[in-house]
């Protein structure tokens, strides 16, 4: 797949490009009936890369991040609009000229309201201030954002894209991970809460696209993905600490289905950690392919809810799978390593 690049140098442009922080992501645009049903078609829209000034000076950057986006788009399909921005602090007329695209490619031209007051309330937006003060500061944030209907885009931002530079290996990895989020967003309905039938569960979001992205990083000859998910259980990979062995220790409980977990710590232990075991158990110890764990089942969330579609797709209730993966995950390295070497 091609690409389209643009670079800023301060210069105004009129390129139209926008972004949301993602706990208030589409607040900008009310909900349009029956609007996500269209989002689960492919586009033939190609992905935009915005690249503030000072970064990629020699191709690296984008083509690190761009072999990891490639491959999942290949797996996933094209969805989209997608764009990927990249910025740095080297000069602020730079990124503040691609704030200003960002914001505009969420205009919505059947509304009333001038272009340039829609684009100027959404600048105005105090996430977005304090994202470009990140920005300007070298702060490294961001992550996935999309907009809700009736003007849809997806972006992946990186308020401090150096360290991308620096770290091909992650850049691909993270690549990866986001466009995964990408695939889910476009089949479920987002502007319902994450209990919602017609929505994923959060664990299933991060989960999913934390060992996608792990096997895919070792389909692509970049890392070795037992060996992860090993350090996953032991130390906490490359996500944070603690573990979940030392998480789960003393006999915690958990919830995978409990949406909390953000506002009280250790959504990136149960969300990520526990969550990509959930689907590693799912596919080596339970046998499912790895396809429909992935990607076919999101097919029939918004059709028939999600509880009635992972039923459908893994041959098993919720719930029944909660108890089957609590027990499976209390057990030692060892034993729950063992899935990997069953046959597929």
């Known amino acids: 797949m091609s690409i389209i690049l643009q670079f800023h140098f301060g210069s105004s442009s009129r390129r139209l490009a926008g972004i949301l922080g993602i706990l208030v992501a589409g607040g900008l645009f009310a909900k349009a009936e029956g609007d996500n049903v269209k989002f689960a078609e492919e586009t033939e829209a190609e992905p935009v890369f915005h690249v503030a000034e000072g970064l990629n000076e020699d191709g690296s950057l984008v083509a690190n991040y761009k072999r990891g986006l490639d491959y999942a788009i290949d797996y996933f399909g094209n969805y989209g609009p997608y764009h990927i921005y990249l910025l740095g602090a080297k000069s602020e007329a730079s990124v503040r000229a691609i704030y200003r695209e960002r914001a505009a490619t969420r205009v919505d031209p059947k509304t009333e309201e001038p272009a340039v007051k829609q684009i100027e309330a959404f600048l105005a937006r105090s996430n977005v201030v304090e994202e470009i ?77 934390t060992y996608s992205s792990a096997k895919f990083m070792e389909n692509l000859g970049l890392t070795d993905f037992k060996k992860y998910m090993l ?114």
């Open 133 to 209: 003060d990140a920005t300007l500061k070298g702060r490294a944030e961001g992550g996935l954002t999309w907009s809700q209907p009736p003007v849809r885009v997806y972006e992946d931002v990186t308020t401090n894209a150096v360290g991308r530079e620096r770290d091909p290996v992650e850049n691909t990895w993270g690549a990866l991970h986001e466009y995964h989020h990408v695939f889910q967003i476009a089949h479920v309905d987002t502007s319902e809460e994450r209990t919602s039938e017609r929505h994923f569960c959060s664990w299933m979001a991060e989960g999913m696209a």
């Open 231 to 344: 350090e996953l259980r032991t130390s906490g990979a490359n996500i944070g600490r603690p573990g979940i062995n030392e998480f789960l220790s003393e006999g915690k409980r958990v919830r995978l289905s409990d949406e909390s977990y953000w506002e009280k710590r250790n959504s990136a232990q149960v969300y990520y950690m526990l969550g990509a075991w959930a689907t590693a158990y799912l596919i080596h110890g339970l046998g499912v392919d790895e396809k429909v764990v992935l990607k076919d089942w999101y097919s029939d969330i918004l059709r028939i809810g999600k509880s009635a579609a992972f039923e459908k797709h893994m041959g098993r209730t919720l719930g029944t799978f909660y108890e089957q993966f609590d027990t499976f995950i209390r057990q030692s390295d060892e034993d729950v390593m063992r899935i990997f070497d069953l046959a597929p």
